[in-house]
């Protein structure tokens, strides 16, 4: 009986160990960033709007705005997308083409975010810039290769929910008269939308997280951006881009820098969570 | 599968993880971790492919991470050598610094911006956003883009100390991580101006001459172009054992003899002291 | 004039043809852009010799022994844990406090960005446990990263074994861990390995938090504690740079391949493992 019990226990410390990581994270970021949140002031941290460490002046504002609309541009760009090619797979394809394509979408999905910046480096900078003007590398930039990223995980989840819809509710609108696509509109987005948010929200997260390939085409200028065709930094690539030189205080800022992504994406999964749970229920 | 026995795993995780640990101060035995300036890392990397081809058997481990990160890293233990682009601050004078070749700071433009030279003014008030447009010169109504290394960065604080004194650079500006992504932004963009390493031009990039001098080796090693800073090995205390004989190869004539020809500035003509921007 | 809803239809259903159509092309042609170039450079010698000159010549064997090291380092510690928590949750408890807890701490860490796990990892492995720019540094930081994803396949694989395996097990007498040693975790084994699989993915394809652990020397490592570069390193470097396009086209195609065959193999195990049971 005792071994049974040894066992269990070990178990459980084993179980225990993805909390302990998440603690141990949490606790040596904020160890390094808060001191200089207390320093320097937690409004002038979040509002200033000059990042200049060698002036020590740690403004992340323009950061947060860079992060703000290269997002939101990412959304605008993934999500009609990815759900016009969910509701294309799930709907107006026959089921064999899907299944072919299915695991080639996953496929995307995995691709390193380096390959993506790279494409973004070569085409998209140059085409924007000699289209529109301007470095080329910019927020308009970011966001297009950004929601291009978030594709594969909004189209996989959403097409998931379709599918995962009874048939009845399909069956149900079709026999009362309904064309497919009033089918598709009224019923079954509509049923499927926890699972849509869910999958917009973990689009979300992909893109606030995401660095290297923003280090690539962003351009990292630390200004608040005035349109989609000025170049940007967010609060991951201002990380990404000043922690190899930095120390003392700029390094501190640095994890403070972190500490406020931190909150942010703890608050992002929490509503996902809550939205996802209340769905299934 | 060894996957079926899940607390023996777990015991045998620990037998490996604890050693590995506690000897995690250890650094690798035969080997030197060469840590620092992204501006002197593909010199140090080229220096020691060559030397590591004289000496097989040898490991010496070169990367970026900054003129900061290496002198921490060096402070720390972490690294046996750092490499600066920059001078040690007073806080970092206990460390020894050894200056292995000079570096010239070239502001580079697109190939085929008409512009050929600049005085250091003009520069300082293109790089502080005084000046936004190149039609200041008789050329395009353009917004200049602007191209910088980031913060904490050995050669922009020496672009800072060399040429813009106590002018600040334009939080507008562009922000690349090393020389090479700057040189690339300017090879593509007609309206870019940056600064790089004099080392790293190529045919596809143009350096300006600054108040009609040209950064070429003469006239570097004659004073007439003073953007110039040390590339410096730092030390904890006296190298010794592989890192001495790494730095004495440098400091020799075979060693030299590569970085010239890479395109760096022998130092021997040079007095130590540099000169600082004017005001 | 209202528009009847068969042309509505007709109108919707055609938006959402070319949407689709062009989101799937654009999607596919960055790979093909990447494959096209650098296919045709793509060798034996080119994975068999080390990079040279900054990476303008030679290969990238250095870069493939670094990322093999770090993931099988990262799989050595990942697994175990992901695969004793799906055991915990799904047969040593029910739905309590203690799982809610875990749960949630495992669903945060799925969401954490890689470039905190990129300070956590340079803040406690190389310069707390003074562990420095490594493979084990890097390794231990991928492991934190892919944890997540190793517990929930995990957990799936287990929750799908039949209850009356475990059933006729605890009917012949054996105990709670007998059942899970011979019954459940080997009928277990194919989907915990797809999870395997998807987080060896994204260890390979992991680019910031490797640079600040591992480091970015690109030379052949000779222990546990030496900096190595990763494909995926390697390849952002090479096209950051500009040091050599041809080098970036044919790296980011090998990263390609790579991450196709891993794919590749993880849905064939899905496939038959969703079959069989």
Known sequence: MSKEKILEKSFLLIALSSISILGLIAFFIFEQGIPLIWKIGLKSFLLGDRWFPSKESFGIFPMIVGSFWVTLGSLVVGVPLGLACAVFLCELTPPTFAMILRPMIQLLAAIPSVIYGFWGLIVLVPLIRETFGGPGLSILAGSLVLGIMILPTIISISEDSLRALPRTYKEGALSLGATHWQAIWRVLLPAARSGIVASVILGMGRAIGETMAMIMILGNAAQLPRSILDSARTLTTNIGIEMGYASGDHRQALFATGVVLFFIIMILNSVALLVSRKGKA | ?279 | MRISRHHTQALAKGVIWVAAFFTLIVMFWILYQVLREGLPLLHIDFFLQAPRQMGRAGGIFSTIVGTLALTVVALIIATPLGVGTAIFLREYTRESRVSRVIRFGTDCLAGVPSIIFGLFGFVFFVIFLRMGWSILSGGLTLATMILPTIICTAEEAVKAVPYTYREVSFALGGTRWQTIRKMVLPNAIPGVLTGVLLGVGRSVGETAAVILTAGSSFITPDSLFSPIRTMAVHFYILAREGISMEMAYATGAALILFILAINTVANWLMYRYIHRA
């Open chain 2, 1 to 279: 599968m060894g996957k079926g026995r899940g607390s023996r795993w777990v015991h045998w995780l620990g037998l490996l993880i604890l050693p590995a640990l506690l000897s995690g101060c250890q650094r690798q035995p035969g080997g030197v971790s060469v840590v620092g300036s992204t501006s002197v890392e593909p010199f140090a990397e080229a220096l020691a492919e060559e030397y590591m081809s004289r000496h097989p058997g040898v490991k010496i481990f070169v990367q970026g991470g900054g003129s900061s990160a290496g002198i921490q890293a060096v402070r720390t233990g972490s690294a046996e050598i750092g490499m600066s682009s920059r001078n040690l601050i007073d806080s970092e004078k206990d460390l020894i610094a050894v200056p292995i070749i000079y570096d010239a700071i070239a502001v580079i433009v697109h190939r085929e911006n008409p512009l050929n030279d600049l005085t250091l003014d003009q520069i300082r008030k293109i790089f502080s956003a005084e000046i936004t447009r190149w039609v200041e010169w008789g050329g395009k109504n353009h917004p200049i883009t602007l191209v910088t290394r980031e913060e904490g960065s050995g050669t922009r604080e020496a672009f800072q100390k060399l040429i813009m004194g106590k002018r600040e650079i334009s939080l507008s500006a562009l922000v690349q991580d090393s020389n090479g992504a700057i040189r690339q932004v300017v090879t593509d963009d007609r309206n870019a101006i940056g600064y790089i390493s004099l080392g790293l031009v190529n045919d596809r990039v143009k350096a300006l001459k600054i108040g009609g001098i040209e950064a070429t080796v003469d006239n570097i090693q004659h004073q007439r172009y003073q953007i110039v800073r040390p590339f410096l090995f730092v030390f904890k205390s006296r190298p010794q054992d592989l890192a001495k004989d790494f730095l004495d190869y440098i400091l020799s004539p075979a060693g030299q003899k590569l970085l010239v020809q890479e395109g760096l500035i022998s130092m021997n003509p040079i007095p130590e002291s540099k000169k600082e921007a004017r005001r």
